[in-house]
């Protein structure tokens, strides 16, 4: 009996030891290096600008340094046109710069390829390719975001950030204007809800000096998400720009969103050294904001929204800009909106992306 006993306990010690080994390899092996020795993830910045120009992917990762662990990769989808009649000599660098209309540049994906396809595979590990330089106001969008991604297997995991109503960017827009009322807008997040391509869209939370009869651009925003629950959706910037301030009681707002079921695949952006701005203005503002991210810490991003950094300093400035708020923040909201969201939406995102190239080669 007393040796019955020491080889049932023996074989108990054996399985509990085999588990523990599994489970420490396991843990081992899904040891996030990136996400444990750096600061923050940047889930907002543009390699180019608005004249296509910009800096390497080189610089780029020296500008992300020992601070910024991943860092997503887009370029602008707007090229400013040089027109002549308007500017003579004078070339513009910015969309303020000239009365000349932009144009979509659909070389911009290809570009942003490239300098990503030009790194090590360590290096690619550190960031995260989008799609861009599609018409939201196009019902071919789709084909256009489909053939980057068979022509560029491997590369892309989500689109944006694309525009639709931005102050002043929308109406300076060869062609048709983009509206959120566009069903071209609905192929685009039908087709990512297919792919799994992650989506980061700008649209204005309101019109620039908003009149007492104008109405906000929230239900008919909110009316697209609801249409396409399978598509994951980050809405950059909470809405906000240079011109369009917070509207009132945008907080509770977004706090209803934040609670609404019917937009779990909503997400929020706090990129952008105007949105710090506001954030930061004074303490009730810190505290407002702190109070909602600290409620709903799965739902929020940061994001530098730099334009083609031409050093750390000017990189890091947004994220450095918003220490009020982390300073507010609980460890684990403050962990979440620095990294962990980004992790979990991005790497999602790829895992599906790569099943549907899979599946779906190019011809």
């Known amino acids: ?28 092996s899904q040891k996030d290096d990136i996400y444990d020795n750096y600061e923050v993830f940047d889930g907002h910045y543009h390699l180019t600008n608005y004249i296509q120009e910009g800096v390497t992917i080189e610089k780029q990762l020296e500008n992300m340094g020992n601070i910024v662990g991943r860092c997503v990769l887009f370029g602008i989808p707007l090229q400013q046109m040089w027109s002549y009649g308007n500017s003579g000599s004078e070339a513009p660098r910015y969309y303020l710069d000239t009365d000349a209309p932009l144009y979509y540049y659909s070389f911009s994906d290809a570009y942003i390829a490239m300098q990503y396809l030009s790194l090590t595979d360590e290096q690619k590990k550190r960031f ?33 950030e694309f525009s639709i109503h931005k102050e002043f960017v929308s109406s ?25 391509l992650l989506s980061i869209l700008h649209n204005d939370i309101d019109k620039p000096f908003p009149k007492a009869y104008t109405q906000s651009y929230v239900s008919d925003l909110t009316d697209v998400v609801r249409r396409h629950p399978g598509a994951t959706i980050i809405w950059a910037h909470v809405g906000l720009g240079r011109i369009v301030r917070p509207i009132k009681d945008q907080i509770g707002i977004i706090r209803e969103m934040c609670e609404d079921p019917t937009l779990s695949n909503l997400y929020f952006d706090i990129s952008w050294d105007e949105v710090a701005k506001y954030i930061i203005r004074n303490d009730t503002t810190v505290q407002a904001t702190a109070d909602l991210i600290n ?53 999602e995102a790829a895992t599906k992306v790569r099943a549907w190239e899979k599946a779906n080669p190019k011809n």
């Open 295 to 347: 409620q709903f810490p799965d739902k929020f991003l940061f994001g530098s929204d730099n334009v083609a950094s031409p050093d750390q300093e000017t990189y890091l400035k947004p994220y450095y800009m918003y220490q009020p708020l982390w300073d507010r923040l609980t460890p684990e909201a403050r962990e979440k909106v620095k990294k962990g969201n980004y992790k979990k939406l991005f790497d």
């Open 172 to 196: 300076k827009v060869a062609g048709e204007v983009a509206s959120l009322l566009n069903p071209a807008l609905d192929s685009i997040f039908s087709f990512c809800a297919e792919t799994g």
């Open 128 to 160: 995260d390719p989008m799609i861009t330089a599609f018409n939201p106001a196009d019902m071919y969008a789709p084909a256009h975001i489909k053939r980057v991604l068979q022509t560029f297997p491997g590369v892309f995991n989500g689109i944006g």
């Open 1 to 28: 009996m007393h040796t019955l006993i020491s080889n049932i306990s023996l074989r108990r010690i054996i399985v509990i030891l085999a588990i523990f080994l599994f489970v420490t390899d396991f843990c081992y």
